[in-house]
């Protein structure tokens, strides 16, 4: 079975300082890709990040960057110097490669900038 | 390069009557998908198209929800008759080789259905 759990419902971090939501997954597929996923009130589900799951680094883009830690099953997305503009519901998706192609999200964590 | 499009952004029904969602994919992108998101919820997968052939259906609610994509480019799902229940985000997305790992899903704005 495929499962995507984030076990933060809210998180409150300061303007400027690093913040990281928590995202643990299961799957039997030896190769799958995780994923994160920005809404914001609009709606729309913006995609920020990457990690496949035969990558030796973890990956990064911008502010944004994945901590995996594959024995563990966990892929937690850490924003640093956090923006008000960061205020939003943030996705932890998993693709797993041979099983459907098929992505299973998690239930989200909401995240509010304080200036 | 254009995002994905989706009409209406929004859209309040009585429940029983019917609604049809549109989406037109990122030029290019051979793969659609429509996912629903009800409030406090993950995306849930309802419907995979690979050009105009459905990949994977198995959560899509047959007996009232539908959906085409005729010439393998934009795409309608329709919900007929509409229930309480139905209310949500539904979300189109597409993407590029949905055989490479790699292969990641950019998403539409969402058309918010309210059933009342």
């Known amino acids: 079975a495929q499962k995507i759990t984030q076990t933060q419902p809210g998180m409150f971090v300061q303007e400027k300082e690093a913040v990281t939501l928590d995202c643990t997954y299961d799957?039997?597929?030896?190769?799958?890709?995780l994923f994160w996923y920005k809404q914001p009130s609009s709606g729309e589900m913006i995609f920020l990040i990457y990690?496949?799951?035969?990558?030796?680094q973890n990956a990064t883009e911008g502010r944004y960057s994945l901590n995996f830690q594959k024995a563990r099953k966990s892929a937690n997305l850490v924003i640093s110097a956090s923006q008000l503009g960061d205020s939003a519901m943030y996705f932890c998706?998993?693709?797993?490669?041979?099983?459907?192609?098929?992505?299973?999200f998690g239930t989200g964590t909401s995240l509010t900038v304080i200036p | 390069e254009a995002g994905v499009a989706q009409s209406p952004r929004y859209k309040i029904i009585e429940k029983r009557q019917s609604v049809a969602f549109w989406c037109n994919p990122i030029s290019g992108h051979a793969t659609l998908y429509w996912y629903q998101q009800i409030l406090g919820q993950g995306p849930k997968l309802l419907i995979q198209?690979?050009?105009?052939?459905?990949?994977?259906d198995s959560q899509l609610p047959k007996d009232r929800f539908s959906a085409e994509r005729l010439k393998g480019v934009d795409s309608t799902l329709k919900i007929q008759p509409a229930k309480l229940e139905d209310s949500a985000v539904y979300l189109c997305?597409?993407?590029?080789?949905?055989?490479?790992?790699?292969?990641?899903?950019?998403f539409g704005p969402g058309t918010r259905l309210t059933v009342l």
């Open positions: 998706a998993m693709r797993p490669y041979l099983n459907g192609n098929q992505f299973y």
């Open positions: 799957t039997s597929d030896p190769s799958y890709g």
């Open positions: 997305a597409s993407s590029l080789n949905p055989d490479g790992i790699t292969d990641t899903q950019y």
């Open positions: 198209f690979q050009n105009n052939g459905v990949v994977d």
């Open positions: 990690q496949g799951s035969y990558d030796q």
